[in-house]
């Protein structure tokens, strides 16, 4: 008997991401959802610019590469032009929190009837570990190398509670990928996300927050740590928002 | 029993499968180098596999194969 198995949705290519980056666990979670929901064949996901900007050659269902920040804005038009089709968006924090903040807030306030998978590593990963906006205070990148200076480069972006203000989405959770409960939790948001667009309920974004042992300059198994010892107690796991259960 | 299969060549060598294994089953080997450069899991210790599959869980390259 198959306990575990790669999923049908995920391709079966080498992926290009550092040894010990979450993006994969991740990638695995959103093709094992599509599996399990059987939406292969009408599911359309949007890449992002970013680490994940090749996520288009790990999914085996149609992809498109949006312009760096656009996929809410690309995904909305997708799904508007077949209201039938699965959307998804795949966005990093430099994608969906800086350069694309405004179509993520408006997608969101519009309730378009997508899903957002939003990865929080607190760091550009792809240009090389730069400050993001959602870099903790103090946090050693290669634009802050004395740390995140609040009073200079003011506060880190808390993209769930900020969204959870406004009346318009419909779902929005924040989960970690650091170990192995944290990663089934996180499947069961991403199922929900997916479950909610089949169910036309609207806009639906899990946060996931991430590790880029890289760019931290720490090991894979000490980057899952500090996602235990300081990003958790900053960006707190929940649901920040759940229309459907109040 | 439980059986494990590795897709050897496309693993990176991070070590989050080993950290993950309740029962000491996985060890990169190092020993050993695959086609990307990497010293790769390997089962050292078999018999001791519950088929829990939380190496699988935790792999980001998703090269895990558990039977049981």
Known sequence: MVVFDKPHALADVPMHYCPGCTHGIVHRLVAEVIDELGIEGKTIGIAPVGCSVMAYDYFNCDMIEAAHGRAPAVATGVKRSDPNNIVFTYQGDGDLASIGMAETVHSAARNENITVIFINNAIYGMTGGQMAPTSLPGQVTQTSPYGRDVNACGFPIKVCEMLSQLDGPEYLERVAVNNVKNVKNAKKAIKKAFENQVNNKGFSLVEVVSSCPTNWGLTPKKALEWIDEKMIPYYPLGVYKDRSAE | ?68
């Open chain 2, 1 to 68: 029993m439980a059986v494990l299969t590795f897709k050897t060549d496309k693993c990176k060598g991070c070590g989050l499968c080993v950290d993950a294994c309740p029962k000491g089953v996985l060890a990169l080997a190092t020993d050993k180098i695959n086609k990307k450069g990497h010293h790769p899991v390997e089962a050292v210790n078999p018999e001791a596999c519950i088929a829990c599959a939380f190496c699988a869980t935790m792999c980001p390259d998703c090269i895990i194969k558990v039977e049981r």
